[in-house]
């Protein structure tokens, strides 16, 4: 099975403009979350996926893989779509990698590729901690059989 990595990540963030550029330790977040999720033994391809030439420019010049795409997309998973017409490749699955999260294990993308080997869709989650009525933790509802 052929999985695409896409990395979705704009500059345009309401919360914090620029976010993916952020410095973390001498080297932008986009690049951390890029060589975390190179790591994956699942991947057939990874690529970033912006709207936005700072951070399409400091991919490639980092000799990794990027596309550009719409501004005007509501969210990632729309980036993603777009960056997987784009990029080709014939790909069987596409595991949308989350742009802001620097310390990701390279062990839970080949975790998710492992479901997506035997089901349609696939979501790592965890059990929920933080507080529930906070709009900016994102939630999964699962029925007692999981």
């Known amino acids: 099975m052929k999985i695409l990595g896409i990395i979705p990540a704009r500059y345009s963030s309401s919360r914090f403009p620029g976010k993916p550029l952020a410095d973390i330790l001498g080297k932008p977040m986009i690049l951390r979350v890029y060589e975390c999720a190179r790591m994956s033994t699942s991947l057939s391809g990874l690529v970033v996926a912006t709207d936005d030439t700072r951070i399409y420019d400091c991919v490639v010049n980092a000799g990794c893989q990027a596309v550009m795409t719409d501004s005007n997309l509501p969210n990632g998973t729309a980036r993603c779509e777009e960056a997987l017409r784009i990029y080709g490749g014939g790909f069987d699955a596409v595991i949308n990698i989350q742009g802001d999260e620097p310390l990701l294990d390279p062990v839970m993308i080949d975790e998710v590729a492992g479901l997506l080997r035997e089901n349609y869709c696939a979501t790592l989650c965890r059990e929920m901690s ?8 994102v939630k999964v509802v699962m029925t007692l059989e999981g």
């Open 130 to 137: 933080e507080d529930f009525a906070d709009p900016n933790t």
